[in-house]
């Protein structure tokens, strides 16, 4: 008899499989509520900055860097910065900004000091040198660094460009 008052006693401790599952602590459904999700063009703008040669990362992560276009910017923004250099790319994120002023979180630098596409020496005293995508082919004075004509589409404008300047100025 006490075998059979030992099973009664264990089924009153043991839940039954079906009541067990009904017991069990149930995983939180969480689901986003549809005003929360909406098109990026609504939320934020993209911007892309083609910043000057010689402009360097930390430039670019001052605050005052951006007051002339600050009044433009809000909070979550994304601003793709390219230089004219070609030497690298850089994605940020604004944190937050007023009006001559934005604080930027850098999200990814791509360095691209490798890919830069440069020309080769024209002559001695001058050189035909890509400088980005605003100033394009440009024939360089080399003695000074100073750009004598910009904005050719191709390297080999640039070079027509300096053969005729030395026919013509230079008298070579």
């Not at 067990?20 to 929360?36: E, N, S, Y």
């Not at 910065?81 to 937050?96: A, N, T």
């Not at 001058?126 to 605003?134: Q, S, T």
Request: a negative charge; glycine letters at 6%.
């Amino acid at each position: 008899m006490s075998e059979v008052a030992d099973k009664a006693k264990a089924a009153k401790t043991q839940p039954s499989p079906e009541l067990g599952a009904a017991l069990a602590p149930k995983k939180r459904a969480v689901v986003v509520d549809p005003q929360r999700m909406q098109n990026a063009e609504y939320l934020r703008r993209d911007w892309v900055c083609t910043a000057e040669e010689g402009t360097v990362v930390e430039d670019l992560l001052d605050p005052g860097y951006w007051s002339h276009v600050a009044g433009q910017l809000t909070m979550y923004d994304r601003i793709e910065v390219r230089i004219d250099s070609g030497e690298f790319l850089l994605e940020l994120l604004v944190k937050s900004c007023g009006r001559n002023w934005a604080q930027v979180a850098l999200l990814h630098h791509h360095d691209l000091t490798g890919k830069v596409v440069t020309g080769e020496a024209a002559t001695d005293e001058f050189d035909a040198a890509f400088k980005g995508p605003l100033r394009k082919w440009c024939v360089i004075r080399k003695a000074d660094n100073v750009a004598l004509n910009e904005k050719m589409e191709t390297k080999a404008q640039a070079l027509e460009w300096l053969s005729s300047y030395e026919r013509t100025i230079l008298e070579r």
